[in-house]
Nanobody, 126 residues
Framework: QVQLVESGGGLVQAGGSLRLSCAAS????????MGWFRQAPGKEREFVSS????????YYADSVKGRFTISRDNAKNTVYLQMNSLKPEDTAVYYC???????????????????WGQGTQVTVSS
């Protein structure tokens, strides 16, 4: 089992920044692909970003490319999502996810992730 706990959400004005953190506990964090997803009210959960096990590859949704940066610190069992130039349409609950799969093409689909955090609310005011 892997437990994931997100933090860092909040209320920010458009154009502002937030950094989300996801602390993992349980199994070997460095063995997991880590991803961020978000779900806005009335919408389906969507992929935001992910980072590979070897930290050699990162992936972003087109809507956040150039504004968000994903990173991981395997020594701290933590993955981060730096969000800059936030827009009102970024408002959502953001979820951290971990996948222990090997060999699947990345970025993974949401159903390919094994563990999920409880989510953290990000609200961007206009």
């Amino acid at each position: 089992q892997v437990q994931l706990v997100e933090s860092g959400g909040g209320l920010v004005q458009a154009g502002g920044s937030l950094r989300l953190s996801c602390a993992a506990s349980g199994r070997t964090f460095s063995n997991y692909i880590m991803g961020w997803f978000r779900q806005a009210p009335g919408k389906e959960r969507e992929f935001v970003s992910s980072i590979s096990v070897a930290v050699t590859s990162t992936y972003y949704a087109d809507s956040v490319k150039g504004r968000f940066t994903i990173s991981r610190d395997n020594a701290k069992n933590t993955v981060y999502l730096q969000m800059n130039s936030l827009k009102p349409e970024d408002t959502a609950v953001y979820y951290c996810a971990a996948a222990g799969v090997i060999g699947l093409p990345e970025p993974l689909y949401s159903y390919e992730y094994d563990y999920w955090g409880q989510g953290t609310q990000v609200t961007v005011s206009s």
